[in-house]
């Protein structure tokens, strides 16, 4: 670790200054919630401090698609096909050029259609 930056360990658990929490080995494993003060750690239990993963997961993610080519073809496909799917759809119900006319609206519908696919809980 930097030793510019202070940090504390508790439980095996190595949390820096600036609120990023690492394992035994470095990993980085979480971070504070804004609420928790980094001073105020050694007086609260250790189980009650709460993490907040989603900052590293959209980063982590975002990285893999920027870094791994076939990782970002296939998401662009699953929002391509979002769309194709709902705009089809849509040209079902109420024609082709009321699907055209109304292309917002099939956009909106399509990007949620991926976002509810893509956070739908695996059973």
Partial sequence: MNGAIRI???DNVVIQENGIIRDNTGLLIGRLVDDIKYDDLESRQVDGVVINFLPDAVETVTKAIREDKELYIAYQANIAMSFQDEFRR??????????????????????????DLWCKELV
């Fill in 8 to 10: 504390k360990t508790l």
């Fill in 90 to 115: 849509q040209m079902g119900q109420i024609g082709r050029n009321e699907a055209i006319e109304n292309i917002h609206q099939i956009a909106n519908n399509a990007a949620k259609n991926f976002l």
